[in-house]
């Protein structure tokens, strides 16, 4: 009887394990690619990306006496824990709460950026921004212009959580990306991991037009880099490219970064084709010097991304490609994206562009 029950006992952890493994692989639909390269030279530190965010800006209120952070819950660290220990740091007058008014937050970030302060604001998730669209594309997008600039808002960074997280369902998981590149004046922004983040949040903090910083909330806690102690920028507007071949060009951002570093993996072991991997990092401005030269090389071009296919980045990019590349171009511009439709939650899975997604769509064109 004893050996019965210790054979179940076992049967059933082991069932757990399963369930749990499968729960963890549906939550996730990407394999997680460190960076290696460091941007600069010298003491270096494990973080993860939330922790490579407080880090920098630690770093801007301690050297900074302006800068002010603030947010719904920042105080206690912010709901990804962003936050976390600064208020304690350097008081309830520089890192406080705000009411649960995005239009607000955006509003009183302008201003307090309008009046010569570093105003670093943060929406609790990207999905609740729009109220505050008014506030950031007609006020904060158009100060230094409509001013001939005599007055701006350049000193304003607004940070939010976006993308897929494996359990968000459809007020949770948002890409809008595309809603705020189509707005002269702002600039936006979205890191594919810790080291990525603290230099292109440092970056934005310090530019001279407003910022929208969309950090993908998965990747939040997915691996640590090791992250260079001392303070670092990394250009916006500038690409990155991470793989090189000649086979096709991919180009992703944030989380989709992965899933593309991935394909590529799996294409050169399949297939024996090399592929340009390209981290767009900036979405306004974008890269176009990098991405163009990678597609009139390989010919052939891929672009991924979760937010919905109709009207996503994406199309821009295509748009753009087509014009600039179209005499090298061997086949149609691949797109793969998440569908027209909400959200889902328990169809997560089947919504987000994946790695087999991305294969499929990768060995059409290299077969076209």
Not at 150 to 175: E, K, M, N, W
Not at 212 to 234: N, Q
Request: with cysteine; net charge negative; aromatic share 8%.
């Amino acid at each position: 009887m004893a050996s019965l029950v210790t054979k179940k006992s076992v049967l059933l952890a082991r069932l757990v394990k399963n369930v749990g493994d499968c729960t963890k692989r549906l939550s996730s639909h990407f394999i997680y690619y460190p960076d290696n390269d460091k941007p600069v030279e010298g003491e270096t530190t494990k973080m993860n990306m939330m922790q490579a965010i407080n880090n920098a800006m630690d770093l801007t209120l301690k050297n900074d006496p302006t800068a002010v952070l603030f947010g719904e819950d920042v105080a206690f660290g912010g709901v990804f824990r962003c936050a976390l220990g600064l208020q304690e740091k350097y008081g309830k007058d520089r890192v406080f709460n705000t009411p649960l008014c995005e239009q607000g937050i955006a509003g009183f970030g302008i201003g307090l950026a309008t009046a010569g302060a570093t105003a670093i604001a943060e929406i609790q998730f990207a999905d609740y921004i729009f109220p505050a669209f008014d506030q950031i594309v007609n006020e904060a997008a158009k100060a230094r212009y409509r001013s001939g600039g005599q007055f701006d808002c350049g000193a304003l960074t607004i940070r939010t959580p976006c993308s897929a997280v494996g359990h968000g369902g459809l007020y949770h998981s948002q890409s809008p990306e595309a809603f705020f590149a189509h707005v002269p004046g702002l600039r936006v922004v979205v890191p594919r991991g810790p080291i990525t983040a603290k230099g292109l949040l440092l970056s934005c903090i310090r530019e001279k037009d407003p910022c929208v910083f969309l950090e993908p909330k998965i990747l939040y806690r997915s691996a640590a880099e090791e992250v260079p102690v001392e303070d670092y920028t990394i250009p916006l507007g500038k690409a990155q490219v991470l793989r090189e071949g000649s086979a096709a060009t991919l180009v992703g951002w944030g989380t989709q970064v992965h899933v593309l570093l991935e394909v590529a993996a799996l294409a050169e072991a399949q297939l024996g084709a090399r592929c340009d991997v390209i981290d767009l990092q900036s979405i306004l401005p974008w890269d176009e010097d990098t991405v163009c030269n990678s597609v009139k090389k390989t010919g052939r071009c891929l672009i991924a991304h979760e937010a919905p296919l109709t009207s996503g980045f994406g199309a821009e990019l295509a748009a753009t490609i087509q014009e600039e590349c179209f005499l090298h171009l061997e086949a149609p511009i691949a797109r793969v994206t998440g569908w027209d439709a909400p959200f889902p939650h328990v169809f997560e899975p089947f919504y987000l562009p994946d790695k087999w997604r991305c294969y499929q769509a990768l060995t059409e064109i290299l077969n076209y």
